[in-house]
C-alpha cells in the first residue's frame, strides 16, 4: 500500500534536524522518500503547506484508566493510590476495554502514535491497540503477590503477556514495576529476571513524591535509587523506564545515567497532584535520556501532549527564573527522538526519515494560531503554539488512523485498517 503527502513543511527530526519543504512517500509502511516530489500513489493526503512531522510518544500513561477521569482529583498520590486500588477491584475486562479504546482515540487525534503503558490485563489493552491501529508499548505491572488485586501471581501475569505477545507488530511487551513501595526485592529482582529472560523492558513509577522517598528509606536505610542499585537491580540487563523521578538527587541522577535508565518526566501529574517539580534540566545535564507523559486521564486529566509539552517547558523556565531553560527543540526531541531512544526504538521510529516506519502526524496551516508559519519557528509553533486540535492527519505504520472531521468512532475514514 502506498501513500504520498504532498506540500508539506517537513520537520524531519533527524541527526541534523532538518525542516524541509516537499513531499513524503510511504510505502508498505515504511518511509521511501523525503522531500522529493513523489507521484503515482493509491492515497494521496495534500498538506497545503502545513507541518508534516514524526508522531508523538506519550511515554507514561494508564490508558485503562481513562473511565475514571474527574473522579479521583484534587488529592494527594497516596490517597489517590489507596482509593486507585481499592477501585481496581471491581473491574471487569469490558471496562477497561472501553476505557483504553476511549483513551486512544484521544490520542491519536491528538498526534500521539505510540505510548507507554503500564497496567495490569495489558492483553485487553493489546486488543484494543489492534483494532484503533496505534503502537503500543505495553508494560504489565507487577507488585506483592499479597497485595495485588490481579488474580495469580503478578510477575507470572507479565511473563505470560510477555511470551503471548512476543510476535513483532504494534504492540511491544513490557514488564511493568508499580513502584517500591509495594515491590519486596523478590518481586522486583523476580520481574527483571523475567525482563531479562524474555529481552524486554521495564518499566516503573520512581520517585514521584517526596513521601515515597522519606517512607522508603525509613523502611530500609536507603532512598529508592540507592536501594535499587544495592539489590541490584539497575545492572542494566534489562533497560528501565522510570516514570516520573520528581524527588531524586545529583548522585541519584549519575546512578541512572550509569545504569543506562531513562526518566518520563510529567510535568502536568505532578502539578496537580501537588507531588513537585521534576528535575528535568538538571537531568539532561547529567546526560539521562528525558521523554514526557501525561499519566492517567485521572491525574492529568488529558492525554494532550501537545499541553504537556508546552507545559514542561514553562515550568522549568518559572523554577529556574531562566527563559532560557529547556528550549523548544529540547522539548520536541523528548517527544519524538528522546522517546524512541528510552524505548530501544531510534533506528525504526522517532523521526521522518527513508527507511524508517512511517508514524506521521499533519497539522493545520490554516489555523489561526499557527501564523506566522516557516522554517525559522516551525519548531516553536509546535511546541508554545499549537494544540492538539490542529492535528488533521494521524497515520501509524503508513496506516492513516484519524483524520480531523472523520466520523466518530470510526476515525480511519478512506482507509481500512488491514
Ligand atoms: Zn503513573
Known sequence: MELLIRHGLIVTQDAARRVIEGDVMVEDGLITSVGKGGSGSDHVIDAEGGIVMPGLFNTHTHVGMTD??????????????????????GRTSGEIQSASIHAIHEMLAGGTTSFADLYY?????AEACGQTGIRGFLAWVTLDREITTQKGDPVKNADDFCKRFSKPGLVTPMVGLQGVYVCSEETAMAAKSVAHRRGRGMH?????????VYSHEARTGR???????????????APLLAAHGAWLTRNEMKTLHAAGVSVSSCARSNMKLGSGIPPVEELRSEGVTVSLGTDSATTSNNLDMFEEMRTASLLQKVNKWDASV????????????????????????GSIEEGKKADIILLDRRSARLFPLGK????????????????????????????RGGSEGAPWNGMTPS
Open 121 to 125: 490485563s495489558e492483553d485487553v489493552i
Open 376 to 403: 525559522e519557528n516551525v519548531i516553536q509553533q509546535i511546541v508554545y503554539s499549537a494544540q492538539s486540535s490542529d492535528v488533521t492527519h494521524t497515520i501509524v505504520d503508513g496506516r492513516q488512523v484519524y483524520s
Open 204 to 212: 516503573m513509577h520512581l520517585c514521584e513524591t517526596r513521601h515515597e
Open 326 to 349: 529547556l528550549p523548544a527543540s529540547g522539548v520536541l526531541d523528548m517527544v519524538t527522538r528522546n522517546a524512541a531512544g528510552s524505548l530501544g526504538v531510534l533506528g525504526t521510529l
Open 68 to 89: 475514571l477521569r474527574g473522579l479521583l482529583d484534587d488529592m494527594n498520590l497516596e490517597p489517590f493510590l489507596e482509593k486507585t486500588f481499592r477501585l481496581d477491584n
Open 223 to 237: 532512598r529508592p535509587v540507592d536501594w535499587l542499585s544495592s539489590i541490584g537491580f539497575l545492572d542494566g540487563s
